[in-house]
């Protein structure tokens, strides 16, 4: 199967959703402010290393899950029209002539209300139990979402694969066909050391 894949953070969202997810519920629900020490603790486990992401984010939509729907409080956040407005118009004007997989790390309870928005049927994110906020599996981040994606499709070729970090994004960027880096909604062409003088 021929495929356009986009990440979403920093791609088609203008920010990390995540973080403003995080924000969103903090001010609707100032009692989460408690949870903070132990977020932060675990943050801190991140930087020097004892850790990684997949732990953190259990950490954190487990302190959340404790007070609020995770489920309900995503689905107010993406009705908010400031939150909408974050979501790129050059993708909802890109020609959609192939399947479009979204692929990100972000928790698929959180963005599953934005695919929506853009008719985007494949959603592929970090598994998370809505319930309890633990993560299931792996964080969804560069390998991981290769694995991911063929889960969901089967055998899959990627025609143009749109992001904001080469980097994270590299193992998806070096199977493409063609690659694109997206700042702030404006598209451009990636080429990778081979392409320099071609």
Known sequence: ??????????????????????????ARHPAGLAALPRVSVSALGVLAGRHGLTEFKSTLFGEMAKRFSLTEEARAFWRQPKTQEKLGDWFRHTPRDLPIVIASASP??????????LGVSTLIG?????ATGRLIGKN???????????????????????????????????????????????????????????
């Open 140 to 198: 969804c981040k560069g390998e991981e979402k290769l694995r991911r994606i063929r889960e969901a499709v089967g055998d899959f070729t990627i025609r143009a694969m749109y992001t904001d970090d080469a980097k994270a994004d590299g193992p998806l960027l070096r199977c493409a066909q063609e690659g694109y880096i997206v700042t702030h909604g404006k598209v451009s062409r990636y080429h990778t050391e081979g392409d320099v003088g071609s």
């Open 108 to 117: 698929e309870f959180e963005l599953r209300y934005a695919a929506e928005i």
């Open 1 to 26: 199967m021929l495929i356009d894949v986009y990440d979403f953070d920093g791609t088609i969202y203008d920010g990390d959703s995540t973080v403003d997810f995080t924000r969103f519920c903090l």
């Open 126 to 130: 970090t598994r998370c139990d809505d």
